[in-house]
């Protein structure tokens, strides 16, 4: 029986009041946006990289965007996430925010979650196989993607409407088509119009065919498999533009030829760029340094973190890439840190922004809240943070339940929570300054823990022992 068709869809208008500073950004946005055009201005923020085809079709690329030249209205583009995780990353947030820049212009976009590729595995930008999924695995992967779209879609229409009418968000699983698909009669009618010759070209084909580990047929074929993808969201969609990140031009490729040499239609492919490290590697699950967007895996705080942390090189960029602010505002944030650069002006806003969009609004106040609490020892921070936050912020932290009896001292409690050690160490550890509660140092052991000081409003307590070693206690009865 195939998968449902998963869909997902938002038609957004102006939902109330934003401030004087949410009108100052709707107005520079919509006059940038207007003078230049959707291509062209996310072109000059660095987002879209590569057109393919750049010229020479019926209709050049513009001309689709563009009402004043004939252009239908509105269009629909799509780009493709493999499940090969239960989350999305960092790495997959410009192709989204491509999807959403499209949205907010009015065009319908398509999140194509791959529940059927993810089987075969993307050989583009890899050096080696990809580690097999099985089906089970892949099939909840894929739902936890769908979801995780989903939210996203939610928080950016929730916090970042303006003025205009939005088009549609609609999440689809590919595997809704193959699992009807008959091998031999797939293979009939699609492998006849792909070329050995073509399909051996592409760069990440040459790349891993002259690596020692080869490559499978499995990888091999991926590439005609999103050829289909892209037809078949042409076919029922009318989906003509496939976006994706800049190692994807080859499988986009795959996909103009297809449907021209089927319909005689021209199509489109519009790269992004990738994210990468400081050492030049890829941000993703695969090279061992994703920054994830589930909560589960990665911390509003941590997200935050991540962001507020970017060098000054790279900062502007990052406005630009992994935000909607327009260019005039992002260039008079810049203009503000030249003079204070102290104040990390722009790290606070990207890392705010992104985290709003990830998180929703919850999420980038748990983010400060955590950010106030280690770093600036903000017991007022300290005393609002849920079980839940508490445990991300320290996540090697042991975590126990006690409950509070009367005349529990200090000494007690570091012992009920295995903090010291038994007997005289243990005890020297706390008069010599190595233990404090709630970020304030305790040197008297037969201290009687106090309500409000040593035990939070919200019923818990934050150990220290020494330096790095962190204890979250909750009490009971209180």
Not at 270 to 277: D, E, G, H
Request: hydrophobic share 40%.
């Amino acid at each position: 029986m195939a998968a449902p068709i998963l869909r997902y869809i938002f038609r957004s208008q102006w939902l109330g009041t934003q401030g004087l500073s949410g009108v100052l950004s709707l107005g520079l946005r919509e006059a940038h946006s207007a003078a230049q055009g959707l291509l062209a201005v996310q072109k000059a923020r660095g987002l879209f990289k590569e057109f393919f085809p750049e010229r020479g079709t019926k209709t050049e690329l513009p001309e689709l965007f563009d009402r004043g030249t004939g252009g239908k209205f509105p269009q629909t583009i799509y780009c493709g996430f493999d499940p090969t995780a239960d989350s999305l990353h960092v790495g997959h947030l410009l192709a989204l925010l491509g999807l959403f820049h499209f949205q907010r212009a009015g065009h319908n976009v398509i999140a194509l979650v791959g529940g059927a590729t993810a089987r075969l595995g993307d050989p583009s930008g890899r050096t080696k196989e990809r580690e097999a999924l099985d089906a089970e695995r892949v099939q909840s992967n894929a739902r936890a993607l769908s979801q995780g779209l989903k939210a996203l879609a939610t928080n950016h229409q929730q916090l970042f409407a303006n003025e205009r009418t939005w088009g549609s968000f609609t999440v689809l699983d590919n595997s809704a088509w193959y699992q009807k698909q008959d091998l031999v009669d797939f293979l009939a009618a699609v492998g006849g119009h792909f070329r050995m010759g073509t399909l051996l070209s592409r760069l990440s084909v040459q790349t891993r065919l002259r690596s020692p580990e080869g490559m499978s047929l499995a990888e091999f074929l991926y590439q005609v498999l999103q050829a289909y993808d892209f037809y078949y969201l042409f076919q029922h969609y009318g989906c003509r533009v496939q976006l994706g990140g800049s190692d994807q031009l080859g499988n986009i490729m795959s996909g103009y030829e297809f449907i021209h040499k089927l319909t005689g239609e021209d199509v489109f492919g519009i790269s992004v760029p990738l994210i990468t490290n400081t050492t030049g590697a890829k941000l993703g699950k695969s090279a061992g340094n994703a920054v994830w967007l589930n909560r589960d895996k990665t911390s509003p705080f941590e997200l935050y973190q991540f962001f507020l942390r970017q060098q000054d090189d790279l900062v502007e960029r990052y406005l630009k890439l992994f935000t909607f602010l327009p260019l005039p505002e992002i260039d008079h944030i810049m203009q503000l840190h030249v003079t204070e650069p102290e104040k990390r002006g722009p790290q606070k806003r990207l890392a705010a922004e992104v985290t709003k969009l990830v998180h929703g609004q919850e999420g980038l106040a748990s983010a400060k809240r955590c950010t106030q609490a280690l770093y600036h020892s903000s017991i007022d921070a300290l005393e609002v943070m849920s079980d839940q936050e508490l445990k991300e912020l320290f996540k090697e932290a042991s975590f126990s339940e006690l409950v509070l009896d009367p005349g529990t001292s200090v000494l007690d409690t570091c012992r009920k929570a295995n903090a010291i050690p038994d007997g005289p160490r243990g005890y020297r550890m706390i008069t010599e300054g190595g233990v404090s509660i709630n970020h304030k140092q305790v040197t008297n052991p037969e201290s009687v823990l106090v309500v409000g000081q040593h035990i939070l409003k919200n019923g818990l307590s934050l150990l220290k022992i020494g330096k790095r070693n962190f204890y979250i206690i909750k009490w009971l009865q209180l």
